[in-house]
């Protein structure tokens, strides 16, 4: 049992996440993507899948890169 770091739940199946070296324990997916999924400066939404860094900037989507990147081609990390 472990104490979720975001919203302070005492919860029995909590989970350990391991990033960067330290660790995180969360009680739900929904509160280790607040604390850990990185933010797209484009549109502000969370990004959970892959994303895509353009230059140390990171995107939720090619589509939110080419945007904020000034219409330069920018793919889809697979
Ligand atoms: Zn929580
Ligand atoms: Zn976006």
């Known amino acids: 049992m ?3 770091e975001v919203c302070g ?3 029995d199946k909590s989970f350990e996440v391991v990033a960067a070296g330290s660790r995180h ?3 739900s997916f929904e509160c280790a993507i607040q604390a850990m999924a990185p933010i797209c400066e484009h549109c502000g939404c969370r990004i959970i899948g892959h ?3 353009v230059e140390g900037h990171f995107y939720c989507c090619a589509h939110c890169a080419q945007h904020a990147e ?4 920018v793919q889809d990390r697979v």
């Open 70 to 73: 000034g219409g330069e081609v």
């Open 9 to 11: 739940n005492d919860y």
């Open 25 to 27: 324990v969360f009680d």
């Open 2 to 4: 472990a104490t979720c």
């Open 51 to 53: 994303g895509t860094e």
